[in-house]
């Protein structure tokens, strides 16, 4: 589809959605999130894997929590990425047949990107997504209220959070 034709679509609210995940995946998988904080001592985060379909909309079909793959990401309290968790993770997404279609982690308040999470993308790659969760994943945080960012390359990101349900989908 051209993007003219889905910028019209999008007009009328009838343009596809970017990224979808079923809501019982999505909902498990922020829960655990919540539950992953100790009590909301510490940040917690996720790898989100699935399939894009050939018109570019991504599936979310599994989180990968960030301390299944490294222990220590989480102990600073800060999610912290290493690359020696990589290998773990492509053996896993091999292992599926899915890519890492996004990545998610929680903040203690607001879902707004800090410096860090600007500066070092978790796949650094135009079009990879972000998702922000406020106040530890508390309460299941729904869209339009989930920091949604997409990295553009070059340092720069688009800020999709005010389309909520146009840009994630649980159904
Ligand atoms: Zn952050």
Redesign the pocket.
Known sequence: MSSFLNTLLGWVGLAPPRIICARRVWEAGVHELARRTLGETR?S?AYLLGRTRDNGMHEILEFVFYDDVDPKALATG??TIRETALPRLWEICRARGYGVVADV???PFGYG??A??RAGPVMPRAGHI?F?LSNFARDTPKPGAIGMYEFLGNGQWADHSPRGRRFLKLA
Request: proline residues 0%; charged residues 15%.
């Open positions: 940040e985060g800060i999610v982690h929680v903040h990107q800090s860090s999470d972000a922000i």
